[in-house]
């Protein structure tokens, strides 16, 4: 009894003495030195397989369904027709954006030759459009004016969108940029558009579940026969993924590993690249899927390993932390 009741006096003394902890700033140290390592890691990791443009990983053989409904949809516009470009996406995204958009668009305008008009619910998204159509898609020359017209901003939210649907013209009357103030609608390339269900497809870019919910929501009682296509990030693309099987978005492509897949589909197609077999006096051009496809698998790794060994340090710290207490 008398060895128990002394066992009892020292859990209870045990209770009430205090234990060292690190401060702090001793903490908040450690943590900012382990974030700088991690980050210097990655860049130098990634920015080196990037610069260096290997192409060790191959792309992946199987396409998404999505994304084969996505390019059966580009490949039925008719030639010349009017398509519309939503720019939904925020700065921050732009990377993963342009390079999951770019081969889906690409191979539009070199098999259809779209007159193409532009538009975005986000402030920012004039300006994103603009360095898409000048960047992403450098090769394909289409100048404002003359093959693409910009709209600018539609501001409203769900509002906005519902008007632009209903009355395309009233709700964006003139093109925005340097040549704002000009009826846009009067222009050769939107001539033939009196309605929302005039554009032969509608192409919406977005990083937000909640602006792809939005575009397929508001415009489906006016779509008619025009087709809608979604391009989405990684993070976005499985909460979209309802719509496209129920039918009521004709395809998608989401995030760098769909957009492979669109990239793949590219390489086989004769109006591009020419038939199979045949010398090509140009060689194929290196897509953007491509040239970020390695750096993209080597972060992908670099992630898993940093996760398992930060697991097997917790997990080795904690066992030390036991043992210190059995000890003790």
């Known amino acids: 009894q008398q060895t128990h009741a002394a066992l009892l006096e020292q859990i209870l003394a045990a209770e009430t003495s205090p234990m060292p902890m690190q401060s702090a700033r001793q903490v908040l140290r450690s943590q900012r030195l382990l974030r700088w390592l991690l980050s210097v890691l990655l860049i130098v990791v990634l920015g080196g397989v990037v610069f260096a443009r290997t192409e060790i990983f191959q792309l992946p053989s199987g396409v998404p369904n999505e994304?084969?409904?996505?390019?059966?949809?580009?490949?039925?516009?008719?030639?010349?027709?009017?398509?519309?470009?939503?720019?939904?996406?925020?700065?921050?995204?732009?990377?993963?954006?342009?390079?999951?958009?770019?081969?889906?668009?690409?191979?539009?305008?070199?098999l259809k030759h779209p007159n193409v008009a532009l538009l975005s619910t986000s402030p920012t998204g004039p300006a994103l459009a603009e360095h898409f159509m000048s960047?992403?898609?450098?090769?394909?020359?289409?100048?404002?004016?003359?093959?693409?017209?910009?709209l600018g901003f539609l501001p409203g939210g769900l509002a906005g969108v519902r008007g632009f649907a209903e009355n395309p013209s009233a709700t964006v009357p003139f093109e925005a940029g340097t040549r704002g103030g000009i009826p846009v609608w009067q222009l050769p390339i939107l001539a033939h558009v009196q309605s929302y269900s005039d554009f032969a497809a509608v192409i919406v870019l977005t990083d937000s579940v909640d602006s792809?919910?939005?575009?397929?929501?508001?415009?489906?009682?006016?779509?008619?026969?025009?087709?809608?296509?979604?391009?989405?990030?990684?993070?976005?693309?499985?909460?979209?993924?309802?719509?496209?099987?129920?039918?009521?978005?004709?395809?998608?492509?989401?995030?760098?590993?769909?957009?492979?897949?669109?990239?793949?589909?590219?390489?086989?197609?004769?109006?591009?690249?020419?038939?199979?077999?045949?010398?090509?006096?140009?060689?194929?051009?290196?897509?953007?899927v491509r040239r970020y496809w390695d750096a993209y698998s080597v972060g992908l790794y670099l992630a898993v390993a940093a996760i398992v060994l930060g697991a097997l340090i917790s997990l080795g710290l904690g066992l030390r932390d036991r043992r210190a207490n059995a000890v003790g």
């Not at 398509?83 to 690409?106: C, H, K, N, R, W």
């Not at 496209?244 to 492509?253: A, E, T």
């Open 212 to 288: 792809g919910r939005t575009w397929v929501e508001q415009t489906q009682a006016t779509r008619g026969n025009s087709l809608l296509v979604l391009v989405t990030s990684a993070q976005a693309g499985p909460m979209l993924m309802p719509y496209v099987d129920s039918g009521q978005v004709n395809g998608m492509v989401s995030g760098i590993y769909g957009a492979a897949g669109a990239e793949q589909r590219n390489a086989g197609s004769p109006a591009i690249y020419g038939l199979p077999g045949e010398k090509q006096s140009n060689p194929q051009p290196t897509g953007y």
């Open 135 to 150: 960047v992403a898609l450098a090769d394909r020359a289409y100048a404002q004016g003359k093959q693409y017209v910009n």
């Open 67 to 110: 994304t084969v409904g996505a390019i059966n949809a580009v490949e039925s516009v008719p030639q010349g027709a009017p398509v519309l470009l939503v720019f939904d996406y925020q700065p921050a995204t732009v990377g993963e954006m342009e390079a999951t958009g770019a081969s889906l668009i690409d191979h539009l305008l070199l």
